[in-house]
Structure formats: C-alpha cells, structure tokens
C-alpha cells in the first residue's frame, strides 16, 4: 500500500542524480587529442573548433510521449501526492515524540527541498545548515548531541517527548506571565533575570500542588474528537465515492490542472546546487584549519 500509494523514491532518485550531474559540471574537461583540461564544457568544445577544427555534437532533447501525458490520471496523482505529504509530516511528529533524532535530520532533509521549491528560503537555509552542522562542521561528539539531544521528557513515559523548541517556549511563556502579575511599572531587566532564575522551583511547585490537587492539564496537542460514524461517512464520500485511488486515465482537477505526482518536478536542481555551493564556501570560510 505505501509502496504504491505513497512512496517517493523515484522523485528523491531524480532530484540525487540530476544534483550528482550537477556536481561533476565544474568538472575537469579533457581534450581528446592535445589533453588540454578545461573548467567548462563549452571552453574546451571551443577549443576543439579552433585547433583541431571539430565541431562540438548537439545534445539531443528529450522525448516525451505525449500518449502517457494525456493519458495520465491528475487526480489519481494529487490523492498520492496528499497522503506523502500528509504521512511525512506525522513520521516528523511521531520521530519528536519518540526521541529518533535520527529521523528527524531525515525529515528535515526531505522538508529542506518542499522548502526550496516554495520560496521558504529561510527555512531552506536552517535544513541545510542543520544538515552542514551535522555531516561537517561539528566534531563527532558534538554532532551526535545535536541529532539526539533535540526533545526533552518532562512527564516520562514512552512517546511522550517534546520539541526543546516548544518546551523553551512553555518556560518563557511562565517567565512573561510572572513578569506581567507584577504590575507595568515594576517591569525591568532584574525582574527579568529574577524570574527567569525562579522558573525551575517555581514550575516544580506548581506540578507539586497540581498533583496533591489531582489538577490535570491538557498535554499540549490539538487533537479534535471525531465520531467514528462521521468519520466512515467522510471517508466513503471522498475516497469510494470519487474513486481517487482508482486509476482512471484522462482525469483531473479544475483547480489544479496536470498536476505531476513528483512533488520536485518545479525544482531547479542548478541553481539548488548553486545555492548548497556557495553555502557551503560561505561555511568553510569559518571552519578552522
């Protein structure tokens, strides 16, 4: 089912080799008959014409098979496409939850090009700079920090781990309100450091007091209870009814006309290797010898 329905790998192959050739254009490029090495490709078909009077052979352009263009099923591809996207997003939620920092950095990889395609530049360059930190930069010892020291438990229990993020916006979230019942005119910058060294006994307090109390809280996750009756109705109006995951060649959405099941289709992997490049000289610069 997932094989079928939602895997990616042939869009993450397409994406690997085209930034492989990418990497290799730079590339030395080697006269045949003097053995003059040349940076770029059209240098060195220059020279050819000019010394050796040869004439560089034209790239062919792909061919595409306009019977499987028309005949394809757009809507088929959108319902694929939306359970990828939709199970990518809960295998990061599930790898917060169970502290696999690991699959995390592997999330975020895939996140980094769904960001790059889109215009989030500067969520691209925080997935890539994670991805920098992780492979290069950091040592080994602080590297494995980084990817399995990123949640943090504060109830215990399997599956129950939390973004640091999100827990360090909960804590600012107790300093801003102690900060607040203070009053507007007594808010300053030792109150600030005051309450934000009291955080820690003040928050065990409080769990103390909610516990003796039987005081229980939301755990923090939006969840909406659906009846399972409104559920199975939903599920056979979209999915049975339409038939979207019946392939039936020709269909598509008037909203989203031709709509590719490769999600990095758009993406233009040149400028995305230009990008990761001069990055990656910008990081360099700073990494001591």
């Not at 020279?47 to 019977?67: F, G, L, Q, R, Y």
């Not at 005051?194 to 409080?206: C, D, P, W």
Request: one cysteine or more; glycine letters at 6%.
């Amino acid at each position: 089912m997932v094989d079928k329905f939602v895997t990616m790998s042939q869009s993450t192959a397409n994406v690997s080799n085209e930034l492989h050739h990418a990497s290799i254009i730079r590339s030395k490029f080697t006269c045949q008959i003097c053995g003059k090495t040349y940076t770029y490709k059209r240098c060195m078909e220059r020279h050819n014409k000019e010394k050796h009077n040869i004439d560089a052979v034209p790239e062919s352009a792909p061919v595409t098979d306009t019977m499987e263009i028309e005949d394809e099923d757009y809507i088929y591809n959108y319902g694929c496409v939306t359970l990828a996207m939709g199970l990518l997003l809960r295998n990061g939620d599930d790898a917060v939850r169970e502290g696999d920092g690991p699959r995390i950095i592997l999330v975020w990889k895939f996140l980094l090009l769904l960001f790059r395609l889109h215009g989030k530049t500067k969520y691209a360059y925080s997935a890539l700079y994670l991805s920098a930190l992780t492979l290069a930069i950091l040592s080994q010892r602080q590297a494995h920090r980084l990817i399995w020291n990123r949640t943090v438990n504060d109830k215990g229990g399997k599956g129950a781990r939390k973004s640091r993020d999100l827990k360090l916006e909960q804590i600012n979230k107790i300093c801003k309100d102690d900060i607040k019942m203070s009053g507007l005119m007594n808010i300053s910058q030792e109150l600030g450091v005051k309450s934000g060294n009291a955080i820690g006994r003040k928050t065990a307090i409080i769990n103390s007091m909610n516990t003796d109390l039987e005081i229980t809280k939301p755990s923090g996750h939006h969840i909406e209870a659906k009846s399972g009756r409104d559920f199975q109705l939903m599920l056979h109006d979209v999915v049975k009814r339409s038939n979207i995951f019946h392939y039936q060649s020709g269909r598509e959405y008037t909203a989203f006309p031709k709509f590719s099941r490769d999600v990095f289709h758009r993406l233009d992997i040149k400028m995305l290797h230009k990008w990761i490049t001069r990055h990656k000289r910008e990081w360099a610069k700073d990494i001591p010898v």
